[in-house]
């Protein structure tokens, strides 16, 4: 079974400082990815590290076989199986909840689960080896249902640690996983289904969202009925918060998972060429249709691991905290598959931001001794807009450092953040695409300085510049373009959309004829070699001839002390073609509720564009709504804001998070 493992880290190729590094990375490629490889086990060697004869289709560690829950999990069993893997939080399961859902305490001992009730929250630990145990279990309940190697199973799930056995154990048996995000409505999960060809559906019987019960089983249901392609069965978690009428197709996980145990199941995992795929994950969908991202296995499992150690020096033993869902990347590749590959402990948390109030994060944060924080910097924003209080409140001194992305990161949050953890706040930049960051800074190496507006430089492995899109030529400091990467794109990253080797290739590499990767981003070089992103290339608005990127105006804006958030769009104008005009959440809205008061807001926001970008930036118009539309990955969504804005339709809303937001865009609009 397992097998003892060398002592593969003293192996590792040294490098003196990040340039080195670097160079090797792009110099020679399959030598440094070669060496990189020995992070990870390999049930056969690869035969060639990196096959780039028909790019941009690149083929990294061809021939070597190797399996992602083995390395995740098996594999730390002989130095840390007692070491905690993951630490489970909750704060929806608390104890209003308990006496008004009676039967969810009894439900996690049909699980299996030892929880540990406390009055706002609930936590379970899980050791390497009770990891090892129900990854076995859930494995081998898939195996008994037919599922194998090749097979792709939709995992529609809350944050519970199910969720992580689900995809470990496809991962284990070479089933392809495809986690769709729990909040999307019937219609998408359908859409991803049918993409997918799912031949199984995993899901609970509910979700819990700030204390409101959702009802994932009716969901799934109704996608089973609207889905061209029927799955075989639908597994069901039951947590007991919602009795459910089962289906002919539907399995009770708990009943399977009791069989799996009293046999003490085992099941082998099941060796992959290194670019078999291990899954496929949609992109946000924020700027149109999603693309299936397709994952290979060993330059997955390669990337990431590596990552752990060169971007966030993380450490066999330390913890790590990536909050995030699974159903975006950064749930999948930082709070499940890296860690573990990194021997490390990760915290899976299910709940909101504020709730039960908003010092949740930093009790968890001290409770459990996180070291290495990640999130999006929407929930950052969130919570400063809170009393301070719930930030001192508690010992943060585990954290080294707080990674974010996912979105522009405003420097007063930045500095809000840094004021009170006193580590470095490190924005860094990637797509669900790449899988793991293409700009960062290097927490290893004490490279350059981190620089505060800024995420860094291009990571090992990443040919990324920014290019002229018209010549194709590279851009000078402080010129601005598109930033690209050339092919091959390192390992880790997408091998191809899904069942769609065109889409892959025209959404992709299109611009430069196929030698480079459109990221869709604008991005600049400073002086002294810092990139900065410039927001995306379809949010560019063009005023009277200038090209402006919205997002300068954003964090022109994000300059004026009551603004929590904001977004700028651009305007049809006769006169100019464009003018933009900017959507502003206060702090306090209350400090806009008179006519007088909010044109004297709205003069200080102009004042702040002005100041910054000149005149040419300055907004037609500032509105003030309570919130402004997100996608469900906290993303948001300009292109509906400028319909608003326009008087237009929204268009395909479907990863819209919160409807009401909609309503506050349009009543800011009517009471201007
Ligand atoms: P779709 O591609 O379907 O429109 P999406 O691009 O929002 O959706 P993701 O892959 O989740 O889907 O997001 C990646 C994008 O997020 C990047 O291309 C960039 O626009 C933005 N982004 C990520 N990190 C940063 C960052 N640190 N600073 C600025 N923008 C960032
Ligand atoms: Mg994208």
Same mark, same amino acid.
């Given at each position: 079974?397992?097998?003892?493992?060398?002592?593969?880290?003293? /192996?590792?190729?040294?490098?003196?400082?990040?340039?080195?590094?670097?160079?090797? +990375?792009?110099?020679?490629?399959?030598?440094?990815?070669?060496?990189?490889?020995?992070?990870?086990?390999?049930?056969?060697?690869?035969? %060639?590290?990196?096959?780039? +004869?028909?790019?941009?289709?690149?083929?990294?560690?061809?021939?070597?076989?190797?399996?992602?829950?083995?390395?995740?999990?098996? !594999?730390?069993?002989?130095?840390?199986?007692?070491?905690?893997?993951?630490?489970?939080?909750?704060?929806?399961?608390?104890?209003?909840?308990?006496?008004?859902?009676?039967?969810?305490?009894?439900?996690?001992?049909?699980?299996?689960?030892?929880?540990?009730?406390?009055?706002?929250?609930?936590?379970?630990?899980?050791?390497?080896?009770?990891?090892?145990?129900?990854?076995?279990?859930?494995?081998?309940?898939?195996?008994?249902?037919?599922?194998?190697?090749?097979? !792709? @199973? &939709?995992?529609?799930?809350?944050?519970?640690?199910?969720?992580?056995?689900?995809?470990?154990?496809?991962?284990?048996?070479?089933?392809?996983?495809? @986690?769709?995000?729990?909040?999307?409505?019937?219609?998408?999960?359908?859409?991803?289904?049918?993409?997918?060809?799912?031949?199984?559906?995993?899901?609970?019987?509910?979700?819990?969202?700030?204390?409101?019960?959702?009802?994932? %089983?009716?969901?799934?249901?109704?996608?089973?009925?609207?889905?061209?392609?029927?799955?075989?069965?639908?597994? &069901? &978690?039951?947590?007991?918060?919602?009795?459910? %009428?089962?289906?002919?197709?539907?399995?009770?996980?708990?009943?399977?998972?009791?069989?799996?145990?009293?046999?003490?199941?085992? &099941?082998?995992?099941?060796?992959?060429?290194?670019?078999?795929? +291990?899954?496929?994950?949609?992109?946000?969908?924020?700027?149109?249709?999603?693309?299936?991202?397709? !994952?290979?296995?060993?330059?997955?499992?390669?990337?990431?691991?590596?990552?752990?150690?060169?971007?966030?020096?993380?450490?066999?033993?330390?913890?790590?905290?990536?909050?995030?869902?699974?159903?975006?990347?950064?749930?999948?590749? $930082?709070?499940?598959?890296?860690?573990?590959?990194?021997?490390?402990?990760?915290?899976?948390?299910?709940?909101?931001?504020?709730?039960?109030?908003?010092?949740?994060?930093?009790?968890?944060?001290?409770?459990?001794?996180?070291?290495?924080?990640? /999130?999006?910097?929407?929930?950052?924003?969130?919570?400063?807009?809170?009393?301070?209080?719930?930030?001192?409140?508690?010992?943060?001194?585990?954290?080294?450092?707080?990674?974010?992305?996912?979105?522009?990161?405003?420097?007063?949050?930045?500095?809000?953040?840094?004021?009170?953890?006193?580590?470095?706040?490190?924005?860094?930049?990637?797509? /669900?695409?790449?899988?793991?960051?293409?700009?960062?800074?290097?927490?290893?190496?004490?490279?350059?300085?981190? %620089?505060?507006?800024?995420?860094?430089?291009?990571? $090992?492995?990443?040919?990324?510049?920014?290019?002229?899109?018209?010549?194709?030529?590279?851009?000078?400091?402080?010129?601005?373009?598109?930033?690209?990467?050339?092919?091959?794109?390192?390992?880790?990253?997408?091998?191809?959309?899904?069942?769609?080797?065109?889409?892959?290739?025209?959404?992709?590499?299109?611009?430069?004829?196929?030698?480079?990767?459109?990221?869709?981003?604008?991005?600049?070089?400073?002086?002294?070699?810092? $990139?900065?992103?410039?927001?995306?290339?379809?949010?560019?608005?063009?005023?009277?001839?200038?090209?402006?990127?919205?997002?300068?105006?954003?964090?022109?804006?994000?300059?004026?002390?009551?603004?929590?958030?904001?977004?700028?769009?651009?305007?049809?104008?006769?006169?100019?073609?464009?003018?933009?005009?900017?959507?502003?959440?206060?702090?306090?809205?209350?400090?806009?509720?008179?006519?007088?008061?909010?044109? !004297?807001?709205?003069?200080?926001?102009?004042?702040?564009?002005?100041?910054?970008?000149?005149?040419?930036?300055?907004?037609?118009?500032? $509105?003030?709504?309570?919130?402004?539309?997100?996608?469900? +990955?906290?993303?948001?969504?300009?292109?509906?804001?400028?319909?608003?804005?326009?008087?237009?339709?929204?268009?395909?809303?479907?990863?819209?998070?919160?409807?009401?937001?909609?309503?506050?865009?349009?009543?800011?609009?009517?009471?201007?």
């Amino acid at each position: 079974m397992t097998q003892q493992l060398p002592q593969q880290e003293t /192996t590792l190729p040294t490098y003196q400082n990040f340039s080195e590094l670097y160079k090797h +990375s792009i110099d020679d490629r399959a030598g440094f990815w070669g060496g990189q490889a020995r992070r990870i086990y390999w049930h056969k060697q690869p035969d %060639k590290i990196l096959d780039d +004869s028909n790019l941009p289709f690149a083929k990294w560690f061809v021939g070597g076989e190797t399996n992602l829950c083995y390395n995740c999990v098996d !594999r730390h069993l002989p130095d840390r199986a007692e070491q905690d893997a993951l630490i489970w939080v909750s704060s929806e399961i608390n104890q209003e909840l308990l006496s008004n859902h009676p039967d969810v305490a009894d439900a996690f001992k049909r699980l299996g689960n030892s929880v540990e009730f406390y009055t706002d929250y609930a936590k379970r630990r899980l050791t390497y080896n009770d990891l090892y145990k129900e990854v076995n279990y859930f494995a081998d309940v898939l195996q008994r249902y037919g599922v194998g190697k090749g097979d !792709r @199973v &939709v995992i529609y799930m809350p944050m519970i640690l199910e969720a992580a056995y689900a995809m470990l154990a496809c991962a284990r048996i070479g089933a392809i996983h495809s @986690v769709v995000f729990g909040g999307f409505a019937a219609h998408n999960l359908a859409v991803r289904m049918d993409d997918a060809q799912a031949k199984m559906v995993i899901t609970v019987d509910a979700g819990l969202r700030g204390g409101k019960v959702i009802n994932y %089983k009716n969901l799934v249901n109704q996608a089973v009925e609207q889905a061209n392609v029927k799955p075989e069965h639908v597994l &069901v &978690v039951d947590r007991g918060v919602m009795p459910y %009428k089962p289906n002919a197709i539907d399995i009770d996980y708990a009943e399977q998972r009791k069989i799996s145990h009293e046999n003490k199941a085992r &099941v082998e995992p099941v060796w992959l060429e290194s670019n078999e795929p +291990s899954y496929l994950l949609y992109t946000s969908g924020t700027t149109g249709k999603p693309k299936g991202v397709q !994952r290979d296995t060993g330059g997955h499992a390669v990337a990431l691991a590596t990552s752990i150690d060169y971007v966030y020096n993380g450490k066999a033993g330390e913890t790590f905290w990536a909050i995030s869902d699974i159903g975006w990347a950064v749930g999948h590749s $930082y709070t499940i598959y890296a860690p573990l590959l990194a021997g490390m402990t990760s915290i899976m948390y299910e709940g909101l931001p504020h709730r039960p109030n908003p010092g949740i994060w930093w009790r968890i944060v001290e409770a459990n001794k996180v070291n290495i924080l990640f /999130t999006a910097p929407t929930g950052v924003r969130m919570l400063k807009k809170q009393d301070e209080m719930w930030m001192t409140r508690y010992d943060v001194s585990s954290v080294k450092a707080f990674f974010l992305a996912g979105e522009p990161l405003d420097e007063p949050t930045a500095e809000w953040l840094s004021g009170h953890l006193g580590v470095p706040i490190l924005d860094h930049y990637w797509q /669900t695409e790449t899988g793991w960051p293409i700009l960062s800074h290097v927490a290893k190496f004490d490279h350059k300085p981190h %620089k505060q507006g800024s995420p860094g430089y291009p990571m $090992y492995g990443y040919d990324a510049k920014v290019i002229n899109e018209e010549t194709g030529e590279a851009c000078q400091a402080g010129e601005k373009g598109m930033l690209a990467i050339t092919a091959p794109l390192p390992p880790g990253c997408l091998s191809t959309v899904w069942r769609n080797d065109e889409r892959f290739i025209n959404a992709y590499f299109g611009l430069f004829d196929g030698t480079r990767y459109s990221t869709s981003d604008y991005a600049q070089v400073d002086a002294d070699g810092y $990139y900065h992103i410039l927001g995306r290339t379809d949010d560019v608005i063009n005023v009277a001839g200038h090209r402006l990127g919205t997002q300068e105006i954003e964090e022109a804006i994000s300059g004026h002390d009551e603004v929590a958030e904001c977004a700028v769009v651009g305007i049809h104008d006769e006169l100019k073609g464009e003018l933009p005009v900017a959507f502003c959440v206060l702090k306090d809205h209350s400090l806009v509720e008179t006519t007088e008061s909010r044109f !004297r807001v709205e003069q200080q926001v102009i004042g702040e564009v002005v100041k910054s970008l000149g005149a040419i930036a300055r907004p037609a118009a500032v $509105y003030f709504p309570k919130a402004v539309p997100k996608t469900r +990955s906290g993303k948001i969504l300009r292109r509906a804001i400028r319909a608003l804005a326009e008087g237009k339709e929204t268009g395909d809303m479907s990863t819209l998070d919160d409807p009401t937001a909609i309503e506050a865009v349009k009543l800011a609009i009517k009471n201007y």
